[in-house]
């Protein structure tokens, strides 16, 4: 059973920092792209960062300077380093796995920037 957790979410005043983390299990192999999309009310989920096995990283627009996507050392694990947080960036944040032609996805993770 595939299956990705997130943590880390919360509230934070605008200009302050939160990391995410993203630990999946139920995967015999690496995966090969591993991705932080969010939502807020409203609007449709958008692709926030993304990180492949490769090491290679692609990010939003309106993300790019403030937040880092990594993986991390233990198979199949990705953070989200978010600084300079800002009211627009709060959402439920998503961790989402490209596995084997299948796609996952967690269960989601609130963060709120007051402003």
């Known amino acids: 059973q595939v299956q990705l957790v997130e943590s880390g979410g919360g509230l934070v005043q605008a200009g302050g920092s939160l990391r995410l983390s993203c630990a999946a299990s139920?995967?015999?192999?690496?995966?090969?792209?591993m991705a932080w999309y969010r939502q807020a009310p409203g609007n449709e989920r958008e692709l926030v960062a993304s990180?492949?096995?490769?090491?290679?990283?692609n990010y939003a627009d309106s993300v790019k300077g403030r937040f880092t996507i990594s993986r991390g050392n233990a198979r199949n694990t990705v953070y989200l380093q978010m600084n300079s947080l800002k009211p627009e960036d709060t959402a439920v944040y998503f961790c989402?796995?490209?596995?084997?032609?299948?796609?996952?996805w967690g269960q989601g993770t609130q963060v709120t920037v007051s402003s």
């Open positions: 139920g995967m015999r192999f690496t995966i090969d792209d």
């Open positions: 990180a492949a096995k490769s090491g290679s990283t």
């Open positions: 989402n796995a490209r596995y084997w032609g299948g796609v996952y």
